[in-house]
């Protein structure tokens, strides 16, 4: 017996022998095998719950579907005798309406597996049963006979995330991903506990996204009709995303990075595709801002949200703002005419009244404002209170964001951009990219949202992060590899917290790799592609491929 | 009709037009565009050639199933008018018993397409009518009716490789891959005109090979019972490369990377898996040589070359040679005991010694040597005459290898090593790998072996190159966003040559990015999941999307 204390007592601090990812915030665990059980049920209070049955359903059948050794047991893990039988898992859920995934929503759940007998996983929501019932799954496996266990029972969990949002951004407009693509990551995002899929939707090479108010929007601006979603596509995913505990919240990038708005408005577009000079007037090409200016521009701007605030349920909208080029404006007639007749205005003037506009509309349609940090930092608008900002630029920018008493989401590039790494894509361009090089996992893994953050009123405006897959050079072909098991490091440091109680400091990639092994082969079995971390050889024989 | 002279006369320069992957050296083109038809017949003089039917069924069926649009022709692309009509192409070989792909095999053949009539391929070898099957089934694209045209008729081609060994090495040692993943990649070559698969089939981690003489290596040295290929194994894949025009030569590196050979035969070994401290022993871990002052290590080196010549047919084999730690020998007490018993020896005479019994048993075993730079450039052995040496450290090697009178393989890690860019695999490490960065498409694209190489003769003797996928960090999984199109690149250097006829400059990433484009989308439409180079919107642009 190790460390087991009496679920009344303190719970021991996590451990690594078992393969859990993320690790749970507080577990307990001993040293008997048990048979484990592929049933699972629903106690009497949760019956009446359809969607929990649903999800018992389809965590009975994924259990039932796995038989799953990690690789560090592979040589040496062989289970010499069980001590024990479970015999059934039962689910109850004291909420059995509450099913609504948004910042808010409790995960929390508690899991206790005896040696023997019944096991019991309690929660307050369907979305701490959704939790739980992925973390049984992972303690479930071979033990090496063939025969399903649980190791190290009997074992007590009480875990809930750290951060409430854990996100991925996933961009579908530099290149395109399938409706059964971003289904699939959305899997992967539940098997490690990650909540929220930022939607960045819409770009200026492409507007994958039907318009019901503006259809050319999108039969302009779709790579081809086959590259596109239609509104039930959009209802599909985020119904498939619920299910799984993950939040869509999409992003309309305005007023810069609207290039593909031109195709079908031309006359609100400031820069058009300038060529060849585009890097005079934007980021990437092809260049194209909305015209600021004239009210037609806003107005779209102002239809874009509704219309989409409508479609999609999260509290949050995404309204972009970065990468706004001023030469793109100041070199504009129309903005020449502007402050020709507006005394005093600048251009940085007219861009917040812009903003104002857009963020004005959000809170009419009910939605909570998110936009990237340079509409506070470069342009110096004040949002409304409550809005999320989400850096990128500055890894200090999380903490001015929540000084500045804004809500923050981290999502620095030196850490958390997982597109870096392939190099300059510029087609006449050998060399590196801007954000070279890759961030490897434990990169990733390194990252502390709350860095130089002491002060807790501070801590609790960091609602948390999102590392971001921008799609210049990847799409659904190659997205596993690019973003498993990285997010998954990413995932538990957002789900686990950034400080590792057991030495209260930081968590190590040296303490963690053994288990992040087991959770990307896991993950192989389930259908998701990651990258290997090391030669097969370094996950069978732990602890031989330190530097 | 713009460069169209007759097939006697001199034929024009390549062209881009097409979207032909590598470039055919000789090509004429003009302005019609024909139906295409997807009947391939051989000709009377061919039909005593089983194998000749099978590729003519395979292309066939691969044409028929295959309706592409090159991603430049989608806006404004679309056929007009369709000028004529191709019956069927007939395809002849002169030599009809040439069936043997190695390193002197004959590839070239002519293309004949008329606007109308009968289509024609001829070429000395069957590896001639592969190449040009392949070459035929990228002229095939949809007129953007869903019509399969041939574009640009009449088209002359004559077409053959600059150099004769274009390879991809792949390490499945770190990870294993699958029969059929090395099948699939393979299917990969083919459409590139790759035709060497280095196999570096053991290393260090593990020994996934069926040996007959000595089970135990793979035995004890395979990750599982499932990661070995068999005897069996390896001559499907033998066979299945060889009907695609891909030699498969055989890397069993010695006397260093062998830490699993010691699995089995410890009492041969030095410094066997030394931890924490493997990285004064070795590369990698887990560090251990074949301790060569053993006459029974030698005899076992031997044992594995003839065995294994003996399964592999190709003229070549690989015996590694690389990375060898002199420390890890000065440290034993054999080689200590070795060098007191012998007056004046060094362990590097020790070596050459080794080096000697290996390579001599490779030339009693009918083969060619072949093996890794150091052996003569570090260890300063004398190779015999006609080893081919494959250079990785110093892109100077290729230069100095021909100049000392052997025969170069170009892997210069700068611009071939794919695996790299992914940071530093070990345990404990946040940061870099010593090959970062990522080698990008471009990059590999700017790398000519004949750099610096002036004499005609010199220039002979680089034999080719090979790409390498060393995988401490990649298996299946991922295989195919590293190898691709990234290979694709490389495979042009080494077929079409590193100088562009046109500009007789050396090839320029710009003037090949939009036929790379639609090589990679060709080969996702074949199942290559290859990565995107550029947002779609730039492969749909042409000319967008340069700094």
């Known amino acids: 017996m190790k460390t087991y204390i009496s679920v009344l007592g303190l719970l021991s601090l996590a451990s690594t022998a078992l393969a859990l990812w993320p690790i749970p915030r507080n577990m307990s665990e001993s040293d008997k095998v048990s048979l484990a059980p592929t049933h699972i049920t629903t106690g009497s209070s949760s019956q009446g719950c ?56 409790d995960e929390s759940y508690e ?61 579908t407009a530099r290149n395109y991903y399938s409706v059964d693509a971003i289904k699939h990551t959305i899997d992967a995002m539940s098997y490690n506990k990650l909540n929220v899929l930022h939607w960045h939707i819409v770009d200026s090479q492409s507007w994958p996204v039907e318009s019901k108010l503006h259809p050319q929007l999108a039969d302009n601006g779709a790579y081809s009709p086959q590259d596109r979603y239609s509104y039930s596509d959009v209802k599909d995913i985020i119904q498939y995303a619920k299910d799984r505990g993950v939040r869509v919240i999409p992003e309309f990038d305005m007023p810069g990075h609207t290039y593909i708005i031109g195709k079908s408005f031309p006359d609100i577009m400031s820069c058009l595709n300038v060529q060849p000079k585009w890097s005079e007037f934007a980021a990437e090409p092809p260049s194209g801002q909305l015209d600021i200016t004239n009210p037609k521009a806003l107005s779209l701007a102002k239809d874009i949200i ?29 903005m020449q005419d502007y402050l020709a007749a507006h005394s005093g205005a600048t251009v940085n003037h007219v861009l917040k009244q812009f ?26 608008f004040t949002v409304p209170k409550g809005t999320a900002v989400q850096s990128w630029i500055d890894s200090d920018s999380v903490r ?7 809500n923050a989401i981290a999502s620095p590039y030196e850490y958390y951009y997982l597109d870096c790494g392939h190099g300059g894509w510029l087609s006449d361009v050998v060399g590196n990219s801007w954000c070279d090089p890759y961030k490897s996992w434990s990169k ?41 098991p990285r997010s998954s490091a990413h995932a538990e440091i957002l789900w686990s917290g950034p400080i590792d109680p057991k030495t209260n400091k930081q968590r190590a990639p040296i303490d963690a790799i053994t288990r992040l092994h ?30």
């Open 50 to 105: 359809p969607s929990l049955q649903k999800l018992v359903l389809r965590y009975g059948d994924l259990i039932s579907g796995e038989l799953f050794t990690p690789p560090d047991l592979y040589l040496n893990g062989t289970v010499q005798s069980i001590d024990g039988s479970v015999s059934y898992l039962e689910v109850n859920i004291r909420n059995v309406s509450d099913f609504i995934i948004d910042l808010d929503t």
């Open 111 to 171: 899991l206790d597996i005896p040696v023997s007998g019944k096991a019991q996983l309690n929660a307050n929501t369907y979305y701490g049963a959704l939790r739980g019932l992925e973390t049984y799954s992972q303690l479930l496996t071979n033990d090496g006979h063939g025969r399903r266990v649980i190791r190290n029972t009997p074992i007590k969990i009480s875990d809930s995330p750290y951060f409430p949002h854990r996100g991925i951004l996933f961009d």
């Open 306 to 334: 509704k219309e989409y605030s409508a479609l999609f349920p999260d509290s949050h909208f995404h309204v972009g703002g970065d990468e706004v080029n001023m030469n793109c404006w100041e070199k504009s007639n129309t």
């Open 355 to 380: 903003y104002q506009g857009i963020h004005d509309t959000i809170i009419a349609s009910g939605k909570v404002g998110f936009c990237w940090e340079e509409t506070i930092f470069h342009q110096n």
């Open 400 to 406: 001015k964001t929540v000084m500045a008493g804004y």
């Open 444 to 484: 990733v893994y390194s990252y502390n949202p709350l860095a130089n953050i002491t002060n807790p009123e501070h801590q609790k405006r960091v609602l948390g992060g999102e590392v971001a897959l921008w799609a210049e050079q990847s799409d659904e072909h190659v997205m596993d590899s690019y973003l498993w």
């Open 518 to 547: 087991a959770q990307r082969y896991r993950m192989l079995g389930r259908g998701i592609r990651g990258a290997p971390l090391q030669p097969l050889w370094c996950a069978q024989n732990p602890g031989n491929c330190s530097a």
